[in-house]
């Protein structure tokens, strides 16, 4: 019985000596492996976001980004004053329109259907909206015109809105002005008639034009 037991101590020493060995060095890899899948992971991220880049900058054309740039800004600028030389006073096509408090200038080129206002592109200015830019080109698609004229305008006063109806009666004005031909169907559309409603000014007392305080018996 002792020489089995001590060949059972000397059996379980050699098995525990490996096991006490390898039980400290076995978290290393494993932090190794998780830092490297990591990195491996982000690097492929960032290949991933740099090959879908790659296809829309190179997709552009040439030619829309030269567009794009001549048309911007200072240039936009430039442009503008390039194609109206002695500025809106010297030009031949010119008409006035007003709505509310808004006094919209404008001049009509030959060109093909571009509006600048205020020495911007006319969607810029407008934010985008669609129906504030239909009212700049309702007169021309009225008479089928809306690629044959360049818009050139410079308004003041107002907001977008009343902005984009001035303009509306001063393209249309500027049409008659082209051709006297051109006044009955921008008559029948009612194109050519002044909007003279405005906001009715607050009175001393009200809280607004006509908005009284609440009345209190006692």
Known sequence: ??????????????????????????????????????????????????????????DLPAEEVAEEDALSGIALRKYVKQRLPGGFAAQRITATGRRKTAIARVVLQEGTGKVFINFRDAKEYLRGNPMWMEYCKVPLMTLGFENNYDVFVKVHGGGLSGQAQAICLGVARALVKI????????????????????????????????????FSKR
């Open 179 to 214: 051709s006297n031909a051109n006044r009955v169907p921008l008559k029948s559309e009612g194109l050519l008639t002044r909007d003279t409603r405005i906001v009715e000014r607050k009175k001393a007392g009200l809280k607004k034009a006509r908005k009284r305080p609440q």
């Open 1 to 58: 019985m002792a020489l089995s037991v001590s060949s059972l101590a000397a059996a379980l020493s050699q098995l525990s000596l490996p096991s006490t060995s390898t039980s400290k060095p076995h978290p290393a890899p494993l932090l190794r492996l998780r830092s490297t899948s990591r990195r491996a992971a982000s690097l492929a991220l960032r290949a991933s976001a740099a090959e879908a880049a790659e296809p829309s900058e190179v």
